[in-house]
């Protein structure tokens, strides 16, 4: 999260620098890597039973969206008031709990 906050541009890059026709595999697989670990959540949660079933990748595309979506209206580290680190933890629990089985 403090990456993102200090090079907002870079993050742009490595995140849409990959859909780019020849774009290098060393950029490619180091794009994936950093974003890996919220697939890697569902999975274990998963098997937890703590989570629907289902594709873990696809789970976590609304977590990441709402992240980046978050990271990239905020320019000082909070917003409203609250601190970023706050935001974040609300945003993953509310999303979360809305990925419960029932």
């Given at each position: 999260?403090?990456?993102?906050?200090?090079?907002?541009?870079?993050?742009?890059?490595?995140?849409?620098?990959?859909?780019?026709?020849?774009?290098?595999?060393?950029?490619?697989?180091?794009?994936?890597?950093?974003?890996?670990?919220?697939?890697?959540?569902?999975?274990?949660?998963?098997?937890?039973?703590?989570?629907?079933p289902?594709?873990?990748?696809?789970?976590?595309?609304?977590?990441?969206?709402?992240?980046?979506?978050?990271?990239?209206?905020?320019?000082?580290?909070?917003?409203?008031?609250?601190?970023?680190?706050?935001?974040?933890?609300?945003?993953?629990?509310?999303?979360?709990?809305?990925?419960?089985p029932?």
């Amino acid at each position: 999260m403090n990456f993102a906050l200090k090079h907002p541009a870079l993050l742009a890059l490595m995140f849409e620098a990959k859909y780019r026709p020849g774009a290098p595999r060393e950029l490619i697989e180091a794009t994936e890597r950093a974003f890996s670990h919220t697939p890697a959540a569902f999975a274990e949660a998963q098997a937890k039973g703590e989570v629907v079933p289902g594709d873990p990748a696809r789970m976590a595309l609304p977590i990441s969206a709402a992240l980046l979506g978050l990271i990239s209206i905020s320019t000082n580290g909070k917003i409203k008031g609250i601190p970023l680190d706050q935001w974040v933890g609300e945003i993953i629990e509310r999303m979360i709990l809305g990925f419960r089985p029932r």
